[in-house]
């Protein structure tokens, strides 16, 4: 599924909850208008091995995430039942499903608002406004500008925005632990992620 397409199917979770966009929506209350009410259950559930599960009617959350894990694992299995709604079964399932739900996270009236604000590649003021994470905000701003910028880390290589001549992982991982070429910014995120954010406009050129 393409971002744009991503992006409405967020939008049309927002407007069928009657919510614009505009406003930073709460991931309970919005599961909840679509599930029903109490459709979200945080505590101890045995047998959950990630952050929250999608059950028929329910989201279970696992206890005493911090709230920023909570606010995306509700918004995933959301983004999930909609998707199991519209028949989507193709195989970038979860992937589809973590685009819809940074977009119900950072909806993008809200993202595009603050990306004249924050300073990349520093986005910490509007990860604490939008009650996530610095990572998820360095990958919307990509998306909702359409600058290149890259995510890396030991787990994470993520790519958004405009394409750009980035080279490969082993290389893109020196630059997030070493100097970077002129035409690149660095900074750090979250504990080992960096955000590499391209500002050459040579973007063919051969590295």
């Not at 045995?46 to 694992?73: H, K, M, S, T, W």
């Not at 924050?118 to 701003?141: C, D, F, K, M, N």
């Not at 993520?158 to 035409?183: F, H, I, N, Q, Y």
């Amino acid at each position: 599924m393409e971002q744009w397409s991503i992006e409405g199917e967020a939008s049309a979770l927002l407007r069928a909850a009657g919510l614009d966009g505009e406003d930073l929506p709460s991931m309970v209350a919005l599961a909840e208008r679509h599930l029903g009410r109490g459709a979200v259950v945080m505590g101890h559930c045995v047998g959950l091995r990630q952050d929250a599960q999608l059950y028929p009617g329910r989201i279970l959350v696992r206890a005493r995430l911090a709230v920023e894990r909570a606010r995306f694992a509700v918004a995933h299995e959301l983004a999930e039942w909609h998707l199991g709604r519209q028949g989507y079964r193709e195989d970038d399932l979860e992937r589809v499903a973590n685009g819809i739900a940074a977009a119900l996270v950072a909806p993008r009236d809200i993202s595009t608002r603050l990306a004249r604000r924050w300073p990349l590649p520093s986005p910490g003021e509007a990860a604490a406004t939008l009650r996530t994470t610095q990572t998820l905000v360095a990958l919307r701003y990509g998306e909702v500008t359409d600058e290149p910028i890259a995510v890396v880390g030991p787990r994470i290589h993520e790519v958004r925005g405009a394409e750009w001549g980035w080279p490969a992982k082993s290389t893109l991982r020196g630059w997030a632990m070493r100097k970077c070429p002129a035409d690149v910014n660095r900074a750090e995120l979250e504990p080992g992620r960096v955000i590499l954010h391209a500002v050459g406009d040579d973007r063919a050129r051969e590295r």
